[in-house]
């Protein structure tokens, strides 16, 4: 099969195009004809992208992307919740071989049926983000009706189902944003925007209920003083896993798939309560281009690579 792939720890310049082993599922796994991945630059300092989940170093070669749409090709022992011929989105395993690729296989438990109003390549950037900002809001703070939010990086690929996902929850919605997207995340739902190159948001916020962090470093660290008593805060920055408080570590989040959620979040889209924003759609064997744009942030969403029509 056709993949992009990394044969050394390296950065985006040194993904190469080439042909790699279909792969087969295993029990309780679904083999999936990819349609499209989304991008994340983030991954190439993540941990399981260069590490098995034993700390042992990955064995080469490496296939990027954990987020996917496309339609199942063959299912593995046990699967009885899909057919070959559907529809579907998910993730698949941090220490494996992600998407990139004409094939990738993921566990059944991590897959959905993609949203009906959306094509493949709009599908493929919402798992990661909609997940993270589903756990993170509606799980981790309990986010619930009145409640006054704060969401930092309101704008980006999980900003944008973060201001969503708190407004149809029927929260109070506070947002920061760079001057060129107020209007836009005023769209999104939120209620207040704080331009974050102008206005220090501590002194126009306080007393809030839940503090939802997309950015992390001096964002995160001025963000405690402004949660009421018994507020709650939740951190997606990288690095907060690892940071010297105890309070950041406890704050830290890390996504996990999840079909059934993802099942609503589907739910949600179709429904009209959810909008999807793709920045760009490259052809798969123009991912280094593809990245190349991604690491030039300012965008609205994320950006697919198209990996079959």
């Known amino acids: 099969m056709k993949a992009v792939y990394l044969n050394q720890k390296a950065g985006p310049d040194s993904l190469v195009w080439g042909d790699l082993p279909r792969p087969a599922p295993g029990g ?23 590490n098995l989940s034993t700390g042992e170093p990955r064995p080469f070669p490496v296939v990027l992307s954990h987020e996917f749409s496309g339609v199942v090709e063959a299912l593995g022992p046990g699967v009885g919740d899909f057919k070959v011929g559907d529809a579907v989105f998910g993730l698949n395993d941090w220490f494996a071989n992600g998407a990139q690729a004409e094939f990738c296989v993921a566990p059944a438990l991590a897959l959905a049926l993609k949203p009906r109003l959306l094509n493949y390549a709009q599908s493929a950037v919402v798992p990661i983000s909609a997940l993270t900002a589903w756990q993170g809001l509606l799980c981790k703070a309990n986010v619930h009706r009145d409640q006054r939010v704060l969401i930092h990086g309101a704008a980006g690929g999980v900003g944008v189902f973060a201001v969503q996902l708190a407004r149809w929850r029927g929260a109070h919605v506070i947002a920061t944003a760079s001057a060129a997207n107020l209007d836009f995340v005023r769209m999104l739902g939120a209620e207040q925007v704080i331009d974050y190159r102008t206005t220090r948001f501590e002194d126009v916020v306080n007393e809030v209920d839940a503090v939802f962090d997309t950015v992390g470093g001096e ?91």
């Open 219 to 309: 964002t995160l660290d001025r963000s405690w003083r402004v949660l009421k008593p018994g507020g709650k805060l939740v951190t997606v920055a990288a690095g907060g896993a690892q940071a010297d408080k105890q309070r950041v570590r406890d704050a830290f989040m890390l996504v996990r798939a999840d079909g059934c959620q993802l099942r609503q979040v589907a739910g949600l889209i179709d429904a009209g309560e959810l909008r999807v924003f793709v920045e760009g759609v490259y052809p798969l064997d123009r991912a280094r281009e593809a990245y190349a744009r991604a690491q030039q942030g300012k965008m609205r969403g994320k950006i697919a690579l198209q990996v079959a029509e």
């Open 28 to 50: 309780g796994e679904v083999l999936v004809r990819v349609k499209a991945t989304a991008v994340t630059p983030t991954e190439f300092q993540w941990y399981p992208t260069f």
